[in-house]
């Protein structure tokens, strides 16, 4: 059963109560998204670091009701000279 994407951003706003979060549903089917994450959490962290806290957050689903998660992950931008 694919997961909806109420269910995908839920689990991501409780991992990530500061982000900015853009769910894109890329097939049409409740099983292939791209996540888009900005958070602070992700701050001073790996790429790899970063996909694994959202994986984490997602408690297991990837694989089963959450086929396929394209991520974009960054840390927000600090503002420069203000």
């Not at 059963?1 to 853009?22: C, G, K, S």
């Not at 894109?24 to 806290?53: P, W």
């Not at 408690?59 to 503002?79: C, D, V, Y």
């Amino acid at each position: 059963m694919p997961m909806p994407v109420e269910t995908l951003r839920q689990h991501l706003v409780e991992a990530f109560p500061d982000a900015e979060i853009a769910i894109e549903d890329l097939a049409g089917d409740g099983d292939h998204y791209r996540a888009r994450i900005v958070s602070g959490a992700f701050a001073g962290l790996s790429r790899v670091k970063q996909h694994q806290l959202v994986y984490a957050a997602l408690k297991g689903q990837m694989g089963g009701e959450l086929h396929a998660l394209a991520l974009e992950t960054s840390a927000p931008q600090t503002a420069q000279g203000t």
